[in-house]
């Protein structure tokens, strides 16, 4: 691809990051994003063949933005369960900052779009690559890594779903969680350690 046409790609997702983030989801139609844009919506047309094609193109730059996220953080040091941790936080303060990105990455938000299998193998491959081979240097003998990453991937999943999903909603009283930040990043930090230590995972 030429540097020109990369360069208007680039434009048009961007735009379509700026609705995701601002208007949500069902604002994500070519129209609105050529709006953001500043372009026609034949010119959108013109590079992705439609709505799903943007949107294919958007699921990969989500997954893009998560994986240079991880890459940004702090050069692994002698503490292997401290550095996983901290891919972790980072993997829950990808999730809250725009939930809307990160249910496009792992729900079904789009009714009838289905990302490419090819490109989702990719992305998650390249990704989650990163988060293995920190689960890796922790793993003892006779722990699968990449068993034992999909393990705690699936508890981080799944603490800080709960946490977008309650706080999108009237915080209940005498909940588990108090409704902060702090509150709810203790017990997400907490859950993540005991998944890592019930996988067998620690400092050799």
């Not at 949107?55 to 933005?65: H, N, P």
């Not at 289905?114 to 193998?121: G, I, T, V």
């Not at 702090?182 to 996988?199: I, K």
């Amino acid at each position: 691809m030429r540097p020109a046409e990369q360069g208007h790609r680039e434009r048009f997702l961007d735009a379509a990051l700026s609705v995701l983030f601002d208007r949500g989801v069902t604002a994500l139609t070519v129209r609105g994003v050529a709006e953001v844009a500043g372009a026609s919506t034949i010119s959108v047309y013109a590079r992705f063949g439609g709505r799903a094609g943007l949107l294919d193109a958007l699921y990969e730059r989500t997954f893009d933005s998560l994986r240079e996220m991880l890459e940004a953080l702090p050069p692994e040091g002698p503490d292997g369960l401290a550095d996983l941790l901290d891919l972790a936080m980072a993997y829950r303060l990808f999730a809250r900052e725009s939930p809307a990105r990160y249910a496009l990455m792992f729900e079904r938000p789009v009714p009838g779009f289905d990302p490419d299998p090819a490109l989702r193998s990719a992305v998650v491959r390249t990704t989650f690559g990163l988060f293995i081979d920190r689960v890796r240097r922790v793993s003892t003998q006779g722990v699968d890594a990449q068993t034992a990453a999909y393990h705690l991937w699936t508890a981080m999943h799944g603490l800080v779903g709960a946490e977008l999903m309650l706080a999108s909603r009237t915080a209940l009283p005498e909940w588990f969680i108090p409704p902060t930040d702090e509150a709810n990043a203790e017990m997400y930090r907490r859950g993540v350690t005991a998944m890592a230590t019930g996988l067998g995972l620690r400092n050799h």
